[in-house]
């Protein structure tokens, strides 16, 4: 079986959940004797069209096409958000050469919606996995441009801070004297996906046409993968189809030879993940800033995209900070052995996590987790003793938690060993692969 993993980014220039979850599908196919490759988005800097060509290269002997472009060149960048005709005409000429017979999309940002369309036109058995929320919010997080959260759209006009505020997407200069007639258009196209007329309206015309053709595009998708129970209710409730729609929870997978790990030390924690305002570690910094006299240290696993202002500010504000301590990026195989020894691992996250390998790892382990009292962290950890939920972004409230942990006033948490395993989800995926073909 030859597989095509569609992703919005890839290792090695971008490390993350997604990208390796991809990696590892693609792994195990390439085990059970398929063929894989991957296609991925990459941002251009230039402004002419003509350098966007696809380049073909290659990662852990697993072929990949790198697909440039630079959405401010767009003719209509807010459509193109979701909806990049340029990324459907490359999709569709790796379709010809490569001829897959089962191509899943792990993440469908940046390459857009579009990119499923040849696969939709030629039949070809399809799977999409929804990793976040990008399929209705184009921030991906759900987290308005103001730090709140949302929803989900329930305005035609909803999301338009927001991709403002994300992509710089400008109004006409005429919107005060077509802002009532914008409405009515815009309503009727969020019901109904059509909208007239685009040329007058432009950019503001995409908005409204942004989910109902995320939906269209899904509808015809062979099978969806959701990762939690909380991620399907919330984009059943905004309109994702559910008819095809399976649960299949993230697995973690321990090392065959781990590394004998030292007892955890009372108030050494930890954080793993990347450096962006909604994994909300600045949180927890305001937390030990409040609290100078707590006698805790935080390791920092992890970067920021290049030239990151979020990732400079918080270097900047804990410069001198003793109690802190930047450890950089730390590759996979390496993550058991390393949260072993910390008293907990603090995931202060302000958007709906969604079934991280990260906290599964460390309940597997047995190390105690403290996190966010939102969307599947509180289903992960609800329930489970010793580990600690916390209001997300309280700078106080973490303050607090952290001191009863340093202090011993919660129980030692029991390692958990009915997990998914890694092998459990990829077999099912692979199963899945299966049904749809036929």
């Known amino acids: 079986m030859k597989i095509l993993y569609l992703v919005h980014q890839f290792l090695p220039c971008h490390i993350g959940g997604t990208e390796l979850y991809t990696l590892g599908l693609a792994t195990h196919a390439q085990q059970r004797g398929h063929q894989a490759e991957v296609a991925t988005f990459v941002e251009s800097a230039s402004g002419d069209v003509a350098d966007f060509q696809p380049t073909a290269t290659r990662h852990a002997d697993l072929p990949v096409t790198e697909i440039p472009y630079n959405l401010s060149v767009a003719p209509r960048p807010a459509r193109y958000e979701y909806d990049n005709p340029f990324v459907a005409r490359q999709v569709e000429g790796i379709l010809e050469r490569y001829r897959p017979d089962v191509v899943h999309a792990t993440h469908l940002m940046k390459l857009s919606g579009a990119s499923l369309e040849p696969a939709i036109r030629r039949r070809l058995p399809l799977v999409v996995?929804?990793?976040?929320?990008?399929?209705?919010?184009?921030?991906?997080?759900l987290l308005r441009s103001d730090g709140r959260l949302c929803g989900g759209p329930r305005h035609p006009f909803d999301c338009l801070p927001c991709m403002r505020a994300t992509h710089g997407f400008t109004r006409p200069r005429f919107w005060p004297w077509v802002r009532p007639l914008s409405r009515r258009l815009a309503s009727?196209?969020?019901r109904t996906g059509r909208v007239w007329p685009m040329d007058v309206l432009g950019d503001l015309a995409a908005f409204p046409l942004r989910l109902p053709y995320l939906r269209?595009?899904?509808?015809?998708?062979?099978?969806?993968?959701?990762?939690?129970?909380?991620?399907?209710?919330?984009?059943?409730a905004n309109g994702v189809p559910e008819r095809r729609m399976e649960v299949v929870p993230h697995g973690t997978e321990l090392p065959a030879r781990a590394t004998p790990t030292p007892a955890p030390e009372p108030g050494k924690f930890a954080y793993v993940g990347s450096l962006a305002p909604h994994k909300g570690l600045h949180v927890v910094l305001e937390a030990l800033a409040r609290d100078?006299?707590?006698?805790?240290?935080?390791?920092?696993?992890?970067?920021?995209?290049?030239?990151?202002?979020y990732a400079a500010s918080l270097r900047q504000r804990t410069a001198g900070?003793?109690?802190?301590?930047?450890?950089?990026?730390?590759?996979?195989?390496?993550?058991?052995?390393?949260?072993?020894?910390?008293?907990?691992?603090?995931?202060?996250?302000?958007?709906?996590?969604?079934?991280?390998?990260?906290?599964?790892?460390?309940?597997t382990l047995g190390v105690r987790v403290i996190a966010s009292r939102l969307g599947t962290l509180e289903e992960m950890l609800v329930g489970r003793p010793g580990h600690v939920l916390v209001?997300?972004?309280?700078?106080?409230?973490?303050?607090?938690?952290?001191?009863?942990?340093?202090?011993?006033?919660w129980p030692s948490p029991i390692p958990v060993r009915?997990?998914?395993?890694?092998?459990?989800?990829?077999?099912?995926?692979?199963?899945?692969?299966?049904?749809v073909r036929a």
Request: proline fraction near 7%; charge should be negative; glycine fraction near 8%.
């Open 321 to 363: 900070e003793r109690r802190i301590v930047w450890r950089g990026r730390i590759d996979p195989p390496d993550l058991a052995s390393a949260i072993g020894g910390y008293a907990g691992l603090v995931v202060p996250a302000l958007w709906y996590e969604n079934n991280p390998l990260i906290v599964q790892l460390a309940l």
């Open 391 to 409: 209001a997300p972004g309280e700078a106080r409230a973490w303050a607090e938690a952290l001191r009863r942990v340093a202090e011993g006033a």
């Open 188 to 190: 009727r196209a969020f």
């Open 216 to 236: 269209r595009m899904l509808r015809a998708v062979d099978r969806i993968i959701v990762l939690s129970e909380f991620q399907r209710r919330l984009l059943v």
């Open 292 to 309: 100078p006299g707590l006698d805790v240290t935080l390791d920092v696993y992890g970067d920021g995209p290049p030239a990151s202002d």
């Open 129 to 141: 996995t929804l990793t976040d929320f990008w399929s209705v919010c184009g921030r991906h997080t």
């Open 418 to 435: 009915d997990l998914p395993t890694w092998g459990s989800h990829a077999q099912r995926v692979m199963e899945i692969y299966a049904e």
